[in-house]
Nanobody
């Protein structure tokens, strides 16, 4: 089993940038498709984006396409989320997640990070 520990996040002004990290303990990190979800206050958790096993292919939700970049380092067992041009509507708790196959559904996620809060002020 892989244990995920997140870091990063915090408060940023609109238009700013933040980077989240998600470190995995365990030797099977490379066997998971890794991604990010987020949950805004009063809303359901939603898919942000994911990256394939090798890190060569990524897909994103329309709301973050062109602003967010997901990457992974399978040597360091770490997943990243670079968030640029942040908007107030990006305010949420962000969760890293791993799945055995490609998915955008929370019900199909196998492992979750603990969550980290991102607040974007206008």
């Amino acid at each position: 089993q892989v244990h995920l520990v997140q870091s990063g996040g915090g408060l940023v002004q609109a238009g700013g940038s933040l980077r989240l990290s998600c470190a995995a303990a365990g030797r099977v990190f490379g066997s998971y498709i890794m991604g990010w979800f987020r949950q805004a206050p009063g809303k359901e958790r939603e898919f942000v984006g994911s990256v394939d096993w090798s890190g060569s292919g990524a897909n994103y939700a329309d709301s973050v396409q062109g602003r967010f970049i997901i990457s992974r380092d399978n040597v360091k067992n770490t997943l990243y989320l670079q968030m640029n041009n942040l908007k107030p509507e990006d305010t949420a708790v962000y969760y890293c997640a791993g799945s055995r196959g490609p998915t955008t559904r929370t019900t199909e996620i196998d492992i979750w990070g603990q969550g980290t809060r991102v607040t974007v002020s206008s």
